[in-house]
Antibody
Framework: DVQLEESGGGLVRPGGSLRLSCAAS????????MTWVRQSPGKGLECVSV???????SYSDSVKGRFTISRDTARNTLFLQMTALRADDTAVYHC????????????WGPGTTVSVSS | AIQMTQSPSSLSAYIGDTITITCRAS??????LGWYQHKPGKAPKLLIF???ALQSGVPSRFSGSGSGTHFTLTITSLQPDDFATYYC?????????FGQGTKVDLK
């Protein structure tokens, strides 16, 4: 069964760091597109970061320089290292995948909540 | 970054209605666009990819069209399960960007 499960969310102070994980099953994270998408309270969806099958990465302007996306082949897991966190990073973070033929983000995790507050 | 302008931001409709949501890109994106349905507390769900291809398992009352800068999502014979927020997403150019969303509720 193809599944994604996020973990690592929590409450963190402004300026702090957090690492989100996304465990994949039923496919290999290094062979597909993997993304992190977030929804802040009262706002729409934002694609925060993408890692392409070849390893190239991309970031939204709002997180560039602060967040790093990576993946671990052995653990078949996607990560999002978040630093210099701000209140406006508060959101539910979902990981999602698209196959190498890119036919949309077809598998999503249920999400993990990040709250940035003093 | 490519801006995706979605309209309307919200609409009210009756069960059985046909509705259309529009997404405009700030520059041409070929047909590199998907449509997603999102309900509170749930993960978004892929409806359409490649602007017009129906994702497996999605009812045929959902359809997408367009290319370049103008795209539409049409839902015919609206069902109770369709009341949700809908987003377009362009994956033509980094960073990938969503439209602002269209909330569809029951009139």
């Amino acid at each position: 069964d193809v599944q994604l499960e996020e973990s690592g969310g929590g409450l963190v102070r402004p300026g702090g760091s957090l690492r989100l994980s996304c465990a994949a099953s039923g496919f290999t994270v290094t062979s597909v597109y993997m993304t992190w998408v977030r929804q802040s309270p009262g706002k729409g969806l934002e694609c925060v970061s993408v890692i392409f099958p070849g390893g190239i990465t991309s970031y939204s302007d709002s997180v560039k320089g602060r967040f790093t996306i990576s993946r671990d082949t052995a653990r078949n897991t996607l990560f999002l290292q978040m630093t210099a966190l701000r209140a406006d990073d508060t959101a539910v973070y979902h990981c999602a995948r698209a196959t190498v033929s890119y036919e949309g983000l077809d598998v999503w995790g249920p999400g993990t909540t990040v709250s940035v507050s003093s | 970054a490519i801006q995706m302008t979605q309209s309307p931001s919200s609409l009210s409709a009756y069960i059985g209605d046909t509705i259309t949501i529009t997404c405009r890109a700030s520059q041409g994106i070929r047909n590199d666009l998907g449509w997603y349905q999102h309900k509170p507390g749930k993960a978004p769900k892929l409806l359409i990819f490649g602007a017009s291809a129906l994702q497996s398992g999605v009812p045929s009352r959902f359809s997408g069209s367009g290319s370049g800068t103008h795209f539409t999502l049409t839902i015919t014979s609206l069902q109770p399960d369709d009341f949700a927020t809908y987003y377009c997403l362009q994956d033509y150019s980094d960073p990938w960007t969503f439209g602002q969303g269209t909330k569809v509720d029951l009139k």
